[in-house]
């Protein structure tokens, strides 16, 4: 099965929101435990938690590896649904656009889950 573009896409995206999100680690970058409505856990830890989760799961994703569709998609129905509650709350654009690129990542894992037939013996092998 030919490998489509936008998979990729998604993949390389979560790769470097990953990565933003371990910089802002250094940079001082706004607060995600604020966002994610857990004020309680420390901002490093929820950055490290996402940061650690996004990278190789970008990978996975871009190698269209088994199952790896599937957490794509939960975690984008979980951002979907936060991004949904901060627009109603605040009514700003940022989580407006998360909110559309959200659905947007819902519709192609949905339509191009056929592509993930990989195991992880293939990224082994590479």
Do not use: H
Not at 61 to 80: D, E, G, H
């Amino acid at each position: 099965m030919k490998e489509s573009k936008i998979v990729t896409f998604i993949g390389g995206f979560y790769i470097f929101g990953g990565i933003i999100v371990l910089l802002s680690l250094i940079f001082n970058g706004s607060g995600l435990n604020m966002i994610f409505n857990v004020p309680n856990i420390p901002d490093y830890i929820v950055k490290l938690l996402v940061g650690i989760i996004y990278i190789p799961l970008g990978y996975l994703y871009i190698n269209r590896i088994k199952n790896s569709n599937w957490i794509v998609l939960a975690l984008a129905i979980i951002f979907f649904c936060i991004s949904a509650s901060l627009t109603t709350e605040f009514n700003t654009q940022p989580f407006i656009g998360n909110l559309i690129y959200s659905l947007f990542v819902i519709i192609v894992t949905i339509m191009r889950r056929k592509e993930f037939i990989n195991s992880l013996n293939t990224i082994m092998k590479k």
